[in-house]
């Protein structure tokens, strides 16, 4: 018998969220107590899949950042610098066993806030944000390993910024290695993605760590301005957008802070004739629509060699019928929310750009939900490296495609940017890869896959993309006084 | 042009990288498949199903009951759908074409020496042309792998070519016996090689050798088909086969074959499953979506 299908679709596979528990309003959590703003003032953390509000979170001034400044020097002073080293770890291995018996709760709460689809948050973001905890609570009690030979000592007080792309995942970033390290932090999540933020302050609360250890305050901007201007921070480590990173740059000319930044990109994705095709088409998919697009890594020039180019475009076009754009909390949803209207409207705006210029459009033919802020995964054939579209980061599911014929062209015009955050190569040839990691001008170079992160691997960046490392030993030394 | 002077044509097979095959795998295992989805899989799988039975010891009587099997899969349960063949070394095809008669369900039969192909071609295009004679729809041949893997290719798509001749009307699968290809790299030549010779239909293994039909090698078949479908705009059919005995792993090689190749292939004229005891483990999820409870086993019969 044989039978006519009518086309098999997916039904909705939601993520339940009975089990997440969210307060209505969240104060600032300074000193190891919740506490009011003295602005008294609250802005609204939204849901980018219906707009719907989720929760009010609270609004630091100058004085929060003050109070919170004040009390991490103190639990610096008389706490955390003090403690020996091995209860130090004890504390942060802690807060990584809550954080991993939390982490549905953690990963529907990050989905819910941000828009990345649920799989990413539970497969990746939670995962990934653990492990750093674990990995530098090993560290702690083995500093003079790391730095054999050296002096070492912790900064003081560490100022930390993070933006909305990956909200846990860069809290835990900060935090772990600067506990680790021996310093107290005061930590800012990004004002549309405050909430994981805000339950690692609860699961730092209930690990014990000594009042003031981890501060956490939520505001806009001028937030962040405080703690950079702050006289009494030791070092500001800041990820977000090169624009910011310039400011903060200035800022803190003159004064003797410390600094890592992780700023933009507009990573290259390399594909050679000898690839193994179908796996690379897998890999720019993850390089340009992992997390919308919304990765400061993300592989968003795309390198074709000319011989192969045609398949390769036919290929990915194909793969792109297959990615589910849709509720994030949808366990089948590839692509989901973008994170935030403004964001979008900046994406819109690129590829309204993009048809000006006279690029080639193809955007996926699904269902897009009328409600909340959603792109396609789209890309740009026919782009000219001084196209704006391939010189500026767009940070969305946009991808350009070039193509060229020979090593040296791709070098540079891979190198042709203010950026140099990641690079990904597809070959074959095992002596073609280490040619190319050795003259692209890349904080990482992936061969054969992409965005893929490991705690113990350093992650940072060239030129324009910042400077100092995160991740790995590098991580720890960003974090110390070395004599 | 006969099929053997094609061998020029054959096309280099790309590279295939292990591990990123492994990470794409593992994203169609990550589908989830919940209520309407679920049942309509389920019931798709039924009907894609190759009932096997390929012993030394097997008896005209589990044929004929495995024949009554694939078109009455649990009559208590209406509207169910058969089986899509029933697949029986050569010597049983007639007496399971009598069995299946008009029920649509097709008669299946290995040959060329099933299932190590250790025979010379004039034994291999015998034991073909008596099968099609018997009333086989479908022959399922394996291929030489010592010729294969000793680089000689051109002598296994002359045989694959010669054999498709001798099929007739009958669609050919060729098995690949992928437990034996050691790589995937191995995998894709070997598809490329019978697509190009001739084949129907590829098909994984003979589920004498483990390992048989992961979702690694399907995948990789599966590429090559959807590669020759761009190339030429004509189909070529899968059957994964053996080591596939439950119904989640049967649902995540539907999703797989939906997002490779499409909903076009969904159907048990390009899909099938080989295999002898998923039938049961989907009867039993069937049933359980419907009442909401499992039964035991022995609400199900084994032939």
């Known amino acids: 018998m044989t039978s006519k299908n009518k086309n098999w679709e997916y039904s909705p596979s939601l993520e339940s969220t009975g089990h997440i528990k969210l307060k209505k309003k969240y104060d600032l959590f300074i000193n190891g107590k919740w506490t009011k703003s003295s602005s008294k003032k609250y802005f609204k953390t939204i849901n980018p899949n219906d707009e719907k509000l989720i929760a009010e979170i609270s609004h630091a001034n100058q004085n929060d950042v003050d109070l919170a400044v004040k009390s991490a020097r103190k639990a610096y002073d008389t706490v955390w610098s003090k403690m020996p080293a091995n209860e130090r770890g004890k504390y942060i291995y802690r807060i990584a066993r809550i954080m991993q018996e939390r982490a549905k709760e953690l990963a529907v709460i990050e989905s819910l806030d941000s828009g990345k689809p649920i799989r990413e948050a539970r497969d990746i973001d939670i995962p990934l944000a653990c492990n750093h905890f674990f990995y530098y609570a090993g560290w702690a009690d083995k500093l003079d390993y790391a730095f054999p030979n050296r002096k070492i000592s912790p900064l003081g007080v560490a100022g930390q910024i993070i933006p909305w792309n990956f909200p846990l995942l860069m809290a835990a970033w900060k935090i772990a290695p600067a506990l680790a390290a021996g310093n107290t932090v005061v930590l800012k999540p990004a004002e549309t993605t405050s909430l994981t933020a805000l339950k690692l302050a609860e699961i730092i609360e209930e690990s014990g760590l000594p009042a003031g250890v981890v501060n956490i305050i939520t505001g806009h901007g001028d937030t962040g301005a405080s703690i950079v201007n702050h006289p009494d921070i030791n070092k500001i480590a800041f990820t977000g957008s090169t624009g910011v990173g310039k400011i903060i740059q200035k800022a803190i000319a003159g004064t003797d802070k410390k600094a890592t930044l992780e700023l933009g990109g507009k990573s290259a994705n390399i594909i050679f004739d000898d690839a193994p095709l179908d796996q690379a088409i897998e890999g720019i998919v993850n390089g340009i629509f992992f997390n919308q697009g919304h990765v400061c890594c993300a592989g968003s020039r795309l390198f074709v060699q000319e011989n192969i180019a045609d398949k390769v475009i036919r290929k990915l076009k194909h793969r792109m019928k297959s990615l589910v754009v849709g509720n994030p909390l949808d366990k089948n949803t590839d692509v989901g929310a973008i994170n935030s209207k403004d964001q979008l409207q900046i994406i819109n705006k690129y590829i309204k750009l993009g048809k000006k210029e006279g690029a080639e459009l193809y955007q996926s033919t699904c269902s897009i939900p009328k409600k909340g802020f959603f792109c396609p995964p789209t890309i740009f054939t026919n782009v000219a490296q001084s196209s704006i579209l391939v010189q500026e980061e767009i940070f969305g599911p946009v991808l350009t495609i070039q193509t060229f014929r020979t090593v040296d062209e791709v070098i540079q015009k891979a190198n042709n940017t203010p950026y140099g955050l990641a690079a990904g190569v597809w070959t074959d040839k095992g002596a073609r890869i280490f040619n190319l990691t050795t003259k692209l001008k890349a904080g990482v170079v992936w061969a054969n896959t992409y965005n893929k992160f490991d705690p113990a691997s350093p992650f940072g960046g060239y030129k324009e993309s910042g400077f100092g490392r995160e991740g790995g030993m590098h991580g720890l030394s960003a974090y110390l006084k070395l004599s | ?303």
């Not at chain 2, 990123?20 to 593992?26: H, K, W, Y």
């Not at chain 2, 012993?55 to 509207?79: N, W």
């Open chain 2, 1 to 303: 042009m006969k099929n053997q002077n094609k061998f020029n044509l054959l096309p280099l097979s790309p590279t295939v990288d292990k591990v990123g095959v492994e990470e794409r795998v593992s994203r169609f295992q990550k589908r989830s498949i919940k209520t309407n989805s679920k049942m309509d899989g389920l019931k798709m799988v039924l009907n894609m199903i190759d009932l096997t039975t390929l012993e030394g010891k097997d008896t005209p009587g589990k044929v004929r009951q495995m024949c009554y099997k694939a078109i009455h899969l649990h009559d208590s349960f209406p509207g169910l759908p058969t089986v899509a063949a029933v697949c029986v070394y050569p010597s049983m095809v007639g007496l399971a074409k009598s069995m299946v008669k008009d029920s649509g369900v097709k008669v299946a039969s290995v040959s060329t020496a099933f299932p190590s192909g250790q025979a010379p071609l004039d034994v291999k295009i015998t034991d073909t042309k008596y099968a099609v004679e018997q009333g086989a729809d479908e022959i399922d041949m394996v291929i030489s792998r010592g010729k294969f893997l000793a680089g000689e290719y051109s002598f296994v798509f002359d045989e694959i070519a010669q054999i498709k001749e001798v099929c007739g009307e009958a669609r050919l699968k060729v098995i690949l016996e992928t437990g034996e290809l050691a790589t995937l790299d191995n995998v894709r030549k070997a598809s490329d090689l019978a697509i190009y010779a001739g084949a129907d239909f590829i098909k994984t293994s003979t589920g004498k050798i483990q390992p048989a039909a992961t979702m690694q090698v399907t995948y990789t078949m599966l590429m090559a088909i959807r590669d020759y479908y761009d190339e030429t705009g004509i189909m070529v059919g899968m059957k994964p086969a053996g080591g596939i005995s439950n119904s989640k792993l049967a649902l995540h090689n539907l999703v797989m074959v939906k997002e490779l190749l499409g909903d076009e292939w969904l159907t048990n004229e390009w899909f099938r499953f080989g295999a002898s005891s998923l039938a049961n483990d989907v009867l039993m999820q069937i049933l359980k979506t419907d009442t909401g409870k499992y039964q035991s086993s022995d609400y199900f019969t084994i032939d």
